[in-house]
């Protein structure tokens, strides 16, 4: 049961006499409000079925963050129905923008003071209307009438954040059968809840994946300000084996018009390579590139705060009027969202299938900065991966970087393993003041690379780092 003509003639004629309904998530988030057991579409011979199983990711509502510029975009419909109402929702853009980050905000109730649903607003949309206005419209009459948070981001401006049940609330007992349900911390708030049991799991190793990381920022504005050295680099890399299959998954096309595909297609130009590619936010459910057996992540997704804290609330069910989210709620939740975007992302790839316990050999190449902790993320995400580091095509060492990798390496050939000094004594060792070796050494990209190759980590507290370790 889909949208899907085509798709739907595969199947029993009338679904209701079929012992197996399959149908789409969005079918199902169109039951909001009304009970599974009253729906006759989904029922089997009259009664409700008892077997029922959601593929893939599970949230028990949607989350809901609405931006200013959206509402802003809804203006020029809302003065068609009733000026009055229309200045009304620009004066509550003005009112939000001049509000700080994490403050609390009562909507006003459209619905009562000017007696307009949801309803007649989607009718003077119009059929040709895009799908994100008529989305934007029903965010905006949700929120009517409630305390929502703000959320104000230096890239996405001020938005409205609560989130909205779009499932039947008899939806359980259900199986939710998801890779990613035991590294996201939604899963972990669902259980907390009573919402969900966990059962028991059989979890993969990852000892035949091999993954290579570049400490460089991969966001999409970072990847926006450093296409050209980017794009020229992955193409490079897929050049070192021409001859296996390959996928890359980029960033879309961002506003400015960088096409990434089309970039890194024209540094592979003239070369003979099997390369497919994929975008973010389409790197989930698909199996048509499960023989490739060299995957990159030209970039890494990541959310703004307004989206971890909406997700944070829609599976926790804490409305802004009963509690703010704290720092350290969000942090976990964007740590779960990382790592089940670089799972589900990486498992395009041969990553997904399973030989044994385990997957095929496979080369992962990643592009993230190491302030996210991807060494981390990466190695919850798949246990018994290699992770190595991913030195670009001219990254040469100059100066005081040079220098200590030079001593480092020469340590490292008559230390014993474990041995530890300490930062303070290795800047007078080649004679640097601590202070400058911790700002133009330590951090420097080249150095952190040249660490890794060496197998030197540093360690220390959890908040400041003190000595290297071989």
């Known amino acids: 049961m889909t949208s899907d003509p085509t798709l739907n003639a595969l199947g029993h004629s009338v679904a209701q006499e079929a012992q197996v309904l399959v149908t789409t998530h969005q079918r199902l988030e169109q039951m909001r409000g009304r009970r599974l057991s009253e729906a006759a579409a989904f029922s089997f011979r009259g009664k409700s079925r008892a077997v029922r199983v959601w593929d893939e990711s599970f949230l028990p509502a949607r989350a809901v963050v609405l931006n200013t510029d959206a509402i802003g975009g809804l203006l020029r419909t809302l ?100 890779a990613s349900g035991r590294v996201r911390a939604t ?46 680099e992955v193409a490079r890399m897929v050049l070192t084996r021409p001859k296996e ?32 590619f994929l975008t973010w936010g389409n790197h989930m459910a698909t199996n048509a590139y499960v023989n490739r057996p060299n995957v990159i992540l030209a970039g890494t997704l990541f959310y703004g705060t ?16 009963d509690a703010s989210v704290s720092a350290e709620a969000l942090v976990r939740v964007k740590a779960g969202e990382t790592m089940h975007h670089l799972l589900q992302a990486l498992c395009r790839s041969s990553v997904r299938r399973c030989e044994g316990d385990g997957c095929p050999p496979t080369n992962a190449y990643v592009i993230g900065n190491s302030r996210h902790n991807f060494q981390g993320a990466l190695a919850e995400a798949f246990p018994g991966a290699r992770v190595r580091p991913w030195r670009p095509e001219g990254l040469k060492l100059t100066g005081h970087v040079e220098k200590a990798v030079t001593h480092l390496s020469e340590m ?25 070796f911790n700002k133009d050494v330590r951090e420097h990209p080249s150095f952190i690379v040249a660490l890794g190759e060496l197998g030197i980590i540093e360690i220390g507290g959890n908040l400041r780092k003190t000595s290297f370790q071989f």
């Open 79 to 178: 003065s068609n129905i009733n000026p009055d109402l229309r200045n009304r929702i620009m004066a509550v853009v003005n009112e939000v923008e001049g509000l700080s980050d994490n403050s609390a905000y009562a909507v006003p109730d459209f619905v009562t003071e000017y007696g307009i649903g949801l309803p007649m607003i989607i009718r003077a949309l119009g059929r040709k209307a895009p799908s994100r206005l008529k989305d934007e419209a029903t965010d905006l009459w949700h929120l009517s009438g409630r305390q929502v948070s703000v959320r104000c981001g230096n890239r996405d401006g001020w938005s409205l954040v609560d989130y909205r049940d779009s499932l039947p609330p008899d939806l359980a007992p259900m199986l939710i059968l998801d």
């Open 187 to 232: 899963y972990d708030d669902m259980e907390a809840r009573g919402l969900l049991v966990r059962l028991k799991s059989a979890v993969k190793r990852y000892d035949n994946l091999t993954i290579h990381m570049w400490d460089k920022g991969g966001g999409k504005s970072s990847f926006s300000n450093n296409k050209e050295p980017l794009c020229k």
């Open 245 to 276: 299959p390959w996928l890359v998954i980029v960033h879309k096309p961002d506003p400015k018009g960088s096409d990434y595909e089309r970039l890194i297609r024209q540094h592979l130009q003239g070369a003979d390579v099997n390369v497919e």
């Open 306 to 321: 307004a989206q971890y804290e909406a997700l944070k609330r829609s599976v926790t069910g804490q409305r802004a009027c």
């Open 412 to 436: 490292a050939k008559v230390v014993q393993a474990g041995t530890k000094v300490r930062f303070k004594q290795f800047a007078q060792e080649i004679g640097m003041k601590s202070e400058s």
